[in-house]
């Protein structure tokens, strides 16, 4: 039963797609910014990236969020050396966003519905502190925002343990290798296949609705 259990975690792990072709693609580059616009930039961890971005990117004013690695010691870190748990990163997302039309106070209430909030160990089917959750906050309007939108959903009654994702001043950022940007696009069917099978898709459709 034990390898079972974890023949199953392999499966639906947040792992890199054997059709890998980064060495080919040309860098990463982010999506068209109309001409003047000043944007602002709020980094956010929820285990694994593939869920992360569509969330974001499907929000007017949001211009780009893209798959990374934060918060930990090791320079320029890799994929494999990351999901390994030895560099001290998490999964991330960078989201590019123009604050005159979406507050950073709304990118916050759509990263809590994003994932499960009281789990310290990861998320789903993918453990360790690679994958766990966190806010990081690049100045103290941030800080303050993400506090109070922590301490509210605390109170809220949704859940009945603690909110355990941490606060953590925002450090060097550093995008994933191409593959993995927007990856729910590029294989859709892996990206759906991980979603349900690691139990991310139910879980979030019993909290906050068929629109999960």
């Not at 639906?12 to 040309?26: H, L, W, Y």
């Not at 990163?89 to 966003?97: G, M, Q, T």
Request: charged content about 25%; hydrophobic content about 30%.
């Amino acid at each position: 039963m034990r390898y079972f259990v974890l023949m199953l975690i392999f499966i639906f792990s947040c792992s890199k797609t054997q059709t890998k072709a980064s060495d080919t693609q040309e860098p990463i580059s982010k999506k068209t910014v109309p001409e003047g616009t000043i944007t602002d930039t709020a980094i956010f961890a929820g285990g694994c990236f593939w869920c992360m971005e569509g969330p974001f990117e499907k929000i007017d004013g949001v211009y780009d969020a893209i798959s990374g690695y934060t918060g930990g010691h090791t320079l320029n870190p890799k994929y494999e050396e990351v999901g390994r748990g030895t560099t001290g990163h998490r999964e991330s997302i960078e989201v590019i966003f123009n604050s005159q039309k979406v507050t950073y106070d709304q990118l916050l209430e759509i990263f809590w519905m994003t994932f499960n909030p009281t789990d310290a160990g990861g998320q789903f089917a993918d453990r360790g502190e690679q994958y766990t959750s966190a806010i990081f906050y690049r100045n103290d309007a941030q800080k303050k925002a993400a506090e109070a939108s922590k301490e509210k959903l605390g109170k809220s009654g949704k859940f009945d343990k603690p909110i355990v994702t941490p606060i953590i001043q925002a450090s060097v950022y550093y995008p994933a290798e191409e593959y993995h940007q927007d990856f729910y696009k590029k294989d859709p069917e892996h990206y759906n296949r991980y979603r349900e099978g690691s139990g991310r898709a139910a879980y979030l459709r019993a909290l906050w609705g068929d629109h999960h």
